[in-house]
């Protein structure tokens, strides 16, 4: 009987999970301003309370950052990044639930800002655009313009 639960088991979590994810894990988007540079990216958080973060720049692909991060009730969320170009950041954060918030920090090419686990509406307001520069959002996505660029009105399909 023992053998014939272990299988079942074996069975159902490779049905549930993508080949090499841990069973009691969670991957979900990332949003953030580092240096002035928007990067997406994506955090695999288990259930441990430790993870992985990997986040990409939007304007310069080649430029990536890798981390890891640990969560606890009592003393918040922490992590670290090493990125492509040798920088590296610390930051904190704080779970808005249990697959959701938002963090800031500090790295050697300048002040980060994040999101994960929110859509680019809901990331607006947690995110710092450095000066001279702002967030547009739209349904789904996100862009850090120059602050003196005018907003332009959305197509509305409609012809004068």
Not at 5 to 10: C, K, R
Not at 50 to 63: A, D, K
Not at 75 to 95: H, I, Q, Y
Request: net charge positive; hydrophobic share 40%; proline share 7%.
């Amino acid at each position: 009987m023992r053998k014939i639960l272990t299988a079942v088991f074996t069975v159902c979590a490779a049905w549930i999970n993508p080949a090499g994810a841990d069973l009691f894990s969670s991957t979900g988007p990332v949003i953030a301003i580092l240096a002035g540079d928007l990067f997406l990216g994506e955090a695999e958080g288990r259930i441990g309370g430790s993870g992985t973060v990997w986040i990409q720049s939007r304007s310069r692909p080649e430029l990536s950052c890798r981390g890891q991060f640990t969560y606890s009730a009592e003393l918040g969320g922490v992590g670290n990044m090493l990125c492509s170009d040798g920088a590296t950041a610390t930051f904190k954060f704080r779970r808005l639930g249990l697959l959701r918030g938002h963090g800031t920090g500090s790295s050697t090419r300048g002040p980060l800002s994040f999101t994960y686990g929110l859509s680019p509406v809901e990331s607006e307001p947690y995110l710092k655009a450095p000066p001279g520069k702002t967030i547009r959002v739209g349904a789904n996505n996100l862009l850090l313009v120059d602050a003196t660029q005018p907003v332009q009105a959305a197509p509305t399909g409609l012809r004068p």
